[in-house]
């Protein structure tokens, strides 16, 4: 939905489903997608990335003026999805998921522990699922 920099953010929206819907609709394209790099079946074993995931609210459209509109995504929610995505390469996971995606899912996660994170007020605790794919990690 979004190129940041060197980074994509993709929003999955309940669209009549539930928030445990939009979030399992998340995780399985972020394991799709570890699972493809980590088989080979993009052929390149330089593509190395981290996923954030969080669940929250956002305010999403066209953002600016007449002569320069972005449409854009913005929220606090999208900041802490931003601050576990820089998480994913100082701890070096591959994927990482705040405790608000993780009580929507149902597979199980362990904590990765409470860090400090950049613009938010005390520490973000951040979650891996137990069984995903083992890749080196550098966004």
Known sequence: MKFIGDGILAVFEE????????????????????ASVHSGALDDDSIRFGIALHYGDAAYGNV????????TVVGRDVNVAARI??????????????????????????????HPAHGLDGLLEVFEPIETVAVAVAV
Do not use: I
Request: aromatic share 6%; glycine share 12%; with cysteine.
């Open 64 to 71: 600016g003026s007449g002569d320069r509109l972005d449409f």
């Open 15 to 34: 669209d009549g489903g539930t928030a445990g819907d939009a979030c399992q609709r998340a995780l399985d394209a972020a394991q799709t997608a570890l």
């Open 85 to 114: 995505s820089a998480l994913c390469s100082a701890l070096g996971r591959p994927l990482l998921a705040s405790a608000e995606f993780v009580a929507q899912v149902v597979p199980a996660f362990h904590s990765c522990g409470a």
